[in-house]
């Protein structure tokens, strides 16, 4: 920075050029002859003194040489007005060497603002504004050549030629820049074309003054060069830094087309009306016409070529992923319908596993990388015959060739390279993640479009299988999603007309084997298919949202059934399974702690029974409705405990009170030491915790006494009892010794319900 701040200092050289320039007029008013080299002399150093100043500035700060080019032209022309005005009052004829040293200016300060226009636009727009400004410039200089230069220059002769080629030159600059001056839409690039228009026209001006019959020199021209290079160098200093591309708004592009095309209309009429008023038209008119033409057309060839490479580059942005940069989906699906060789063609479907939940617990940007990473992995895998899509959201696509095994060894490569991919996402460490991959085959004239829709089946097939694993679509595929969509239909029915009903499976104190609660159980019989297993209707109802509705009949029924059974009387426990789809409704808790109210159950007589996947994403909405329903009272039990693959660390935040080991554990734990051994950790873990643990699926006497021998208060199974329909209810829990009438404050639920408060 320099001691005088920028906007001073530029104040100061227009202040001081102004009051030079009205000192000229006013000598030149009294003297003539002694104005010229009086403002030879004010006018160069006015031009040294703002050159100076630009090219000390542009040391300092080194920001962009083309600056520092014109500042060099204005101190060469100023330099030489300076001597030239000493050497005029002492004789010397034009051209003297000080107009020679000032002519050096003009190729310096052309190269210059040739560079200026470089830094604002790409090649191709920098030839564009050349040509517009050839176009002007061509016809400006036909039109100042007639009204003119004309009569007072000879074009037979080597000077001549010379000064129309002059005059041509000066005119472009002039239009040049004027067009740039618009497009950067910057005060400084403004302030620099006028000053440069008005040096100029002083130049074309002492030209004509010198070519005229009487000859000599002009101190008009002077007094106007007084002005040019100061108001050249102060829009030096003030304009802003170069522009980035993006900011470049249609609105200005517009604005300056409309521009040019407003000036071109002008001096076409103005040259028209020349040519009605004197219709001889010389070969120089038709020179400079004819050089405006020509780069007319050029200037047509290159918009068009500019609009033809923005529209590839808009339509191929069509067929992008912004985020990974591979084609997107509606690529692929132009890929897949433009393919006339269908032949050993094949869609993989790439799912990624737990995505969501990374994107919940890491956050949308580092889901955004991951997903950014595993794109290069993929394109990794593939060789150049297997493209990769994206999508959307966690899928990809690969479209590949070749036979079936060489499809199966890339499906196994991409679930590779998917759990490479994961763990290499810098400042996040471990990310556990996995895919599932449908493939299908293109089918030989079948419709393209249904190997997309084999694929997600295939892929859906995958994702049952658990994770990690890929399917091909085949037959079986096909079965089971017809079979889906079936049982989907007629749920949807069956949830109309409320066909799906609950049976009760009693929870029992190992110790006394009195039960202590049941366990509500959906069953369904449809009369077309016959009784669906809860496993299968459940998942078709999760995935296609009717779980909403199901699960609050369920939760109705159950309600109203416990309280029927005067469950709080008798100190039991009324558990009910839960999907995270209905969790997940705003307002659950609130409806459901409703709803107890209503009926008058004490909400510690309700469990809701949810598997620890709820847990693991600390974001997801369904952890906050748990609990709210925790804090209103609900007792809430995490479901097949031991069986996901979840981390405990969840057991520290979670509002749970019972932990329910899974059947696959419990059940092998006679036959397999480890089963047995997770068993008994998870049983201390549980009473260390002070949570209430059941075993799930006791189905003989000798397991039963392995759970009561390390210490599992409560159990569950066929051994005490199987589920039955509510009908049955009251016989059952009479049989395994639930007093209708004392209170058994010993119970699970007694201690559950004192906990709870
Ligand atoms: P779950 O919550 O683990 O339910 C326990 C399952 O174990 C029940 O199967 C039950 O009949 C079975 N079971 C109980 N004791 C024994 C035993 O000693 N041996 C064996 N082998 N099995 C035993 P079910 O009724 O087929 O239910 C399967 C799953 O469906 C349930 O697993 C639960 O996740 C889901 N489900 C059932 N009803 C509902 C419901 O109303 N809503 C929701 N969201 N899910 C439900
Ligand atoms: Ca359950
Ligand atoms: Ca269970």
Redesign the pocket.
């Known amino acids: 920075r320099g001691l005088v701040p920028v906007s001073t200092r530029w104040g100061l050289v227009l202040g001081v050029s102004v009051v030079c320039g009205a000192a000229v007029v006013v000598v030149g008013l009294l003297d003539g002859a002694a104005a010229v080299p009086f403002g030879s002399v004010l006018s160069g150093l006015t031009a040294l003194a703002g050159g100076a100043t630009v090219l000390v500035r542009e040391r300092q700060t080194r920001r962009e040489p083309f600056r520092s080019l014109i500042g060099a032209a204005a101190v060469l022309w100023g330099l030489g007005q300076v001597i030239a005005g000493v050497q005029i009052p002492a004789g010397a004829s034009y051209p003297t060497t000080g107009d020679l040293v000032s002519t050096l200016a003009g190729p310096v300060a052309i190269a210059g603002l040739g560079l200026s226009l470089r830094r604002i636009a790409e090649p191709q727009a920098a030839l564009r504004f050349t040509c517009e400004g050839l176009v002007a410039g061509g016809l400006g200089a036909a039109l100042l050549w007639r009204a003119a230069f004309a009569g007072v220059v000879d074009t037979g002769t080597g000077p001549g030629v010379l000064s129309v080629a002059i005059l041509l030159v000066e005119t472009a600059v002039v239009a040049v820049l004027s067009v740039a001056a618009l497009r950067e839409d910057d005060p400084g690039m403004v302030t620099v074309a006028v000053g440069v228009s008005l040096f100029i026209a002083a130049a074309v001006f002492t030209q004509y003054v010198a070519l005229s019959p009487s000859g000599g020199w002009s101190w008009e021209a002077r007094a106007l060069t007084c002005l040019a290079w100061p108001l050249v160098c102060a829009g030096l200093l003030r304009m802003g830094g170069a522009r980035s591309p993006q900011d470049e708004g249609y609105a200005l592009e517009r604005r300056r087309t409309l521009l040019f095309a407003g000036v071109v209309a002008l001096l076409l009429v103005a040259l028209l009306w020349s040519v009605v008023i004197d219709p001889t038209v010389d070969g120089v008119t038709l020179v400079l016409v004819g050089t405006s033409l020509v780069a007319a057309v050029v200037r047509d060839v290159v918009v068009a070529l500019q609009s033809g490479a923005l529209l590839d580059r808009v339509r191929s942005m069509a067929y992008v992923d912004v985020l990974t940069g591979l084609s997107n989906r509606r690529a692929l699906v132009a890929e897949l319908t433009s393919r006339d060789d269908a032949s050993e063609s094949w869609v993989l479907t790439l799912d990624l596993d737990n995505f969501k939940n990374v994107n919940g617990q890491l956050g949308h940007s580092c889901g955004d990388q991951l997903l950014a990473q595993m794109a290069r992995q993929l394109e990794e895998v593939c060789r150049e015959d297997q493209r990769v899509f994206r999508l959307g959201g966690d899928e990809f696509a690969v479209l590949a060739t070749g036979d079936r095994p060489t499809v199966e060894h890339l499906a196994e490569r991409l679930v590779l390279a998917v759990r490479v991919a994961a763990l290499a996402v810098p400042g996040v460490g471990r990310v556990a993640l996995g895919a599932s991959v449908g493939i299908a085959p293109m089918m030989q004239g079948g419709a393209t479009l249904s190997v997309l829709a084999e694929s997600a089946v295939a892929l859906r097939a995958a994702k049952e299988q658990g994770r990690n694993s890929w399917v091909v679509y085949a037959d079986q595929v096909a079965a089971d999603s017809e079979r889906r969509r079936l049982v989907e239909a007629r749920l949807r029915v069956a949830v109309q007309n409320r066909q799906v009903t609950l049976h009760a499976?009693p929870v029992v104190r190992l110790d006394t084997g009195t039960v202590s609660g049941v366990e509500?159980?959906?069953r369904w019989t449809d009369p077309e298919l016959g009784p669906v297993?809860?496993?299968e209707f459940?998942d078709v109802a999760e995935a296609s949202s009717l779980i909403v509705a199901l699960?609050e009949q369920?939760l109705e029924l159950a309600i109203s059934t416990a309280v029927q059974h005067r469950f709080h009387e008798r100190d039991l426990a009324c558990a009910?399974?839960?999907?995270p789809v209905q969790l997940r409704v705003p307002g659950f808790a609130d409806d459901l702690l409703d709803r107890v109210q209503q009926h008058g159950l004490p909400a510690s007589r309700l469990i809701l029974?949810v598997t620890e996947q709820i847990f693991v994403s600390a974001t997801d909405p369904a952890g906050a409705e748990l609990q709210r329903l925790a804090a209103g009272g609900v007792v809430v039990a995490v479901?097949?405990f031991g069986a996901g693959s979840a981390a405990l660390g969840y057991l520290r935040r979670m509002p749970g009170r019972i932990l329910k080991l899974d059947?696959s554990l419990v059940a092998t734990m006679l036959s397999d030491r480890r089963s047995a051994a997770i068993v008994s950790s998870m049983a201390q873990l549980g009473a260390a915790m002070g949570l209430d643990v059941v075993a799930?699926?006791?189905?003989d006497e000798a397991t039963a006494a392995a759970c009561r021998a390390v210490g599992i208060p409560y159990g569950?199974?066929?051994l005490y009892a199987r589920?039955v329909p509510l009908d049955d209810l009251e016989d059952l829990v009479a049989d395994l010794g639930a007093c209708p009438l004392t209170v058994d404050t010993s119970t699970v639920v007694g201690s559950l319900a004192s906990d709870a408060t």
């Open positions: 499976q509500m159980l959906a297993t809860p496993a459940i699960g369920l009910v399974n839960v999907s029974e479901d097949d059947r799930e699926g006791i189905e569950q199974g066929w589920d």
